[in-house]
């Protein structure tokens, strides 16, 4: 599972028969596939456990 926000609409087809749409400006937790697909699509963006977004795919480590 990934915390994402959807910059662009997408469509998610987990299945052949069913799509599911997010619309952008969603935040949602969904399915790594579903996350590595809208990301690599420039659809979506990761985001941390506070709802931010990772820097570079990183979460920030303070120390």
């Known amino acids: 599972m990934a915390r994402i926000r959807f910059v662009q609409d997408f469509d998610y087809r987990p299945t052949e028969q069913s799509t599911i749409g997010y619309l952008a ?3 949602e937790t969904v399915k790594r596939e579903c996350a590595d697909q809208a990301i690599a699509a420039g659809k979506a963006v990761e985001l941390d456990g506070k709802g ?5 795919g990183e979460v920030p480590v303070s120390g």
Not at 52 to 56: C, L, M, S
């Open 25 to 27: 400006g969603m935040e």
């Open 52 to 56: 931010k977004e990772k820097a570079n």
